[in-house]
């Protein structure tokens, strides 16, 4: 049976399930592929690390409780974040080890370090790693 191969185009024949004509343009149609998926990779950690160098630089600045206008306009996203949590019953949102409470209600961001009430519990379990 004849077939069109998905990379070049060119009929080959083979068996029903084969898609391309060979090994070469089956691996220049993953890798076609795989660029797409890495850029969008890329794209993505890039959006959480600048969320959350704006969130650290707040933060070194002391500015812990700032307006959602000014968070957007320092060009964060509020669409990406690596994790959601609930402390107290609020929630919080984190870009790695910085996060922020959204409060709705009046269009503002406070900004928390994760890290600082989490430092000695890590440097435990890093001690504990290298033992
Ligand atoms: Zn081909």
């Known amino acids: 049976m004849k077939k069109k191969c998905k990379e070049c185009g060119e009929p080959f024949l083979g068996r029903t399930d084969k898609k391309f004509c060979g090994d070469l343009c089956r691996n220049a149609y993953h890798n076609k592929s795989n660029g797409y998926r890495n850029a969008l990779i890329r794209h993505v ?20 409780q ?5 968070l957007s306009f320092l060009g964060f996203d509020l669409r990406f974040y ?6 107290s019953n ?3 949102r984190f870009c790695y080890d910085f996060g922020y409470h959204l409060d709705e209600e009046n269009l503002l961001v406070k900004i928390v ?3 600082y009430n989490r430092r000695e519990q890590h440097e435990q379990s890093m001690a504990a790693e290298q033992e």
């Open 45 to 64: 950690n890039h959006k959480l690390r600048r969320n959350r160098s704006i969130l650290a630089e707040l933060f070194s600045r002391d500015e812990l």
């Open 113 to 115: 370090d994760r890290a």
């Open 90 to 92: 609020v929630k919080y």
């Open 82 to 87: 690596t994790q959601e949590n609930r402390f």
């Open 66 to 70: 700032v307006s959602l206008e000014e």
